[in-house]
């Protein structure tokens, strides 16, 4: 019974290893694809509207 937690243990971590590493690797790829002059900065009126401003 053990030996069966122990191998479906392993083949997950196996697996979130994989899907972990192909996550990543899209997002580097993503990431150089992402242009950054045009976004701009982001801006909570709320907060501005209160007089709060940047906290």
Do not use: C, Q
Not at 1 to 9: E, F, K, V
Not at 20 to 34: C, D, G
């Amino acid at each position: 019974m053990t030996l069966w937690i122990g191998i479906g243990i392993a083949i997950f971590l196996v697996l979130y290893v994989l899907v972990m590493r192909l996550f990543f690797h899209e997002s580097r790829a993503l990431e150089k694809r992402i242009d950054y002059k045009n976004i701009r900065h982001w801006k909570d009126e709320d907060k501005e509207s209160e007089g709060h401003g940047d906290l």
